[in-house]
């Protein structure tokens, strides 16, 4: 597939409706960091897409009828969080329009109401870029398809993924599947810089519904946008190695996945998180994103995994916030030692119980 493939042609005509979805977070087990122009990822990615903390979107869309609406070469829509008008949300999603216009010309035709809430706080110190722009892709799409009823699904959930990753590039990783992997690898049949595609292999039993325990460290707001840490990777000095471990890592993950190797799993996936921090500490300018607590807890981890012989591992997004994985079966051992010696470590001793979900739900209205 390429870009052009994805430019709308439709031939039904739509007066007015809605849609609702929602659409999961996700946490890359192999991290994307560092990309090229118009969301290209710098190296393929892998993440687990969760299932409770998801962004739930719903699209009402009128089509305007009178030619100075559809002519002004304005986008037309109303913003609502939680059912309050959030103005400071809407330039981000006129930038998104802007993107995806090529690929969604319809858009101008319609005033849209969004209204989107998420079911974790705002302020918990989770990313929803990803959740809430996959969300808003599902039901653009929904429009798209009404408009083109012959549309196939695999084309649908391609262009979902491709038109979410100009929203926000791992958005495209929160649209289907329990693993998904983005960016091109030459392991991984079928695989885009362009989409994210689902894992193509059988995983192992020991990855079904993993589970994914959000320690909130802390609940304020980033100390460096994802664009502005993406782009320090233009010039970073460990960059080609970065990205080429990258491959190499994503390739390791892919037999683990298969074999069930968790001992394996957890060596690459406590790397990988180690390493994306690395690479923000050794870039100009440079940052911590950890805070002393999130040390903590990775040594508390690392202890209580050394003495209970327990398959536990961390990872980390861009920020101070640790995710705990762990099997299933495991999870009952796991909730009490974070509730033991965890939990005082964590911002108002906030955390979030998350499992492996499968990407974005259509909601019946």
């Known amino acids: 597939m390429s870009e052009k493939d994805f430019i709308a042609h439709h031939q039904a005509s739509i007066e007015n409706g809605n849609f609702q979805w929602s659409a999961p977070s996700n946490i890359a087990l192999v991290k994307y960091w560092g990309k090229k122009e118009n969301q290209i990822p710098a190296?393929?990615?892998?993440?687990?897409?969760?299932?409770?903390?998801?962004?739930?979107?719903?699209?009402?869309?009128?089509?305007?009828?009178?030619?100075?609406?559809?002519?002004?070469?304005?986008f037309s829509f109303d913003l609502l969080f939680e059912g309050k008008p959030k103005e400071d949300f809407k330039p981000k999603i006129q930038k998104f329009f802007e993107r995806i216009e090529i690929y969604c010309p319809y858009l101008?035709?319609?005033?849209?109401?969004?209204?989107?809430?998420?079911?974790f706080p705002h302020s918990s110190g989770i990313a929803s870029s990803a959740s809430g722009m996959a969300a808003l892709?599902?039901?653009?799409?929904?429009?798209?398809?009404?408009?083109?009823?012959?549309?196939?699904?695999?084309?649908?959930?391609?262009?979902?993924?491709?038109?979410?990753?100009?929203?926000?590039?791992?958005?495209?990783?929160?649209v289907k599947g329990s693993v998904v992997v983005?960016?091109?690898?030459?392991?991984?049949?079928?695989?885009?810089?362009?989409f994210g595609v689902e894992f193509p292999s059988t995983i192992h039993a020991n990855f079904k519904n993993y589970q994914?325990?959000?320690?909130?460290?802390?609940?304020?707001?980033?100390?460096?946008?994802?664009?502005?840490?993406?782009?320090?990777?233009?010039?970073?000095?460990?960059?080609?190695?970065?990205?080429?471990?990258?491959?190499?890592n994503l390739s390791a993950i892919?037999?683990?996945?298969?074999?069930?190797?968790?001992?394996?799993?957890?060596?690459?996936?406590?790397?990988e998180a180690l390493t994306l921090h690395a690479m923000m500490m050794t870039s100009l300018p440079y940052f911590i994103l950890m805070k002393p607590n999130t040390l903590?807890?990775?040594?508390?981890?690392?202890?209580?995994?050394?003495?209970?012989?327990?398959?536990?591992?961390?990872?980390?997004?861009?920020?101070?916030?640790?995710?705990?994985?762990?099997?299933?079966?495991?999870?009952?051992?796991?909730?009490?030692?974070?509730?033991?010696?965890?939990?005082?470590?964590?911002?108002?001793?906030?955390?979030i119980c998350d499992a492996i979900g499968n990407g974005s739900q259509l909601i019946q209205l």
């Open 182 to 194: 983005w960016g091109n690898h030459e392991g991984i049949n079928d695989s885009s810089d362009l």
């Open 212 to 248: 994914d325990t959000i320690l909130l460290v802390d609940k304020g707001e980033k100390q460096v946008s994802s664009t502005i840490g993406h782009d320090l990777m233009h010039n970073h000095p460990f960059a080609e190695q970065r990205f080429a471990q990258a491959h190499h």
């Open 108 to 119: 101008k035709d319609y005033h849209f109401t969004i209204d989107t809430e998420n079911t």
């Open 43 to 74: 190296n393929p990615s892998i993440s687990f897409t969760l299932n409770n903390c998801k962004t739930i979107t719903k699209l009402t869309f009128v089509k305007h009828f009178d030619k100075f609406s559809v002519t002004n070469g304005n």
């Open 254 to 271: 892919k037999t683990v996945l298969e074999n069930g190797n968790l001992a394996e799993f957890i060596k690459i996936v406590e790397s």
């Open 137 to 174: 892709a599902m039901n653009i799409m929904s429009l798209e398809k009404a408009l083109n009823p012959e549309m196939t699904e695999e084309y649908f959930y391609q262009k979902a993924s491709f038109i979410a990753r100009l929203g926000s590039g791992s958005a495209c990783r929160s």
């Open 296 to 351: 903590e807890i990775i040594n508390k981890i690392w202890k209580f995994r050394n003495e209970t012989k327990t398959p536990v591992c961390f990872t980390l997004d861009a920020g101070a916030n640790v995710h705990v994985l762990y099997p299933e079966n495991n999870r009952e051992n796991v909730l009490q030692f974070i509730k033991d010696e965890l939990v005082g470590y964590c911002q108002n001793g906030n955390y």
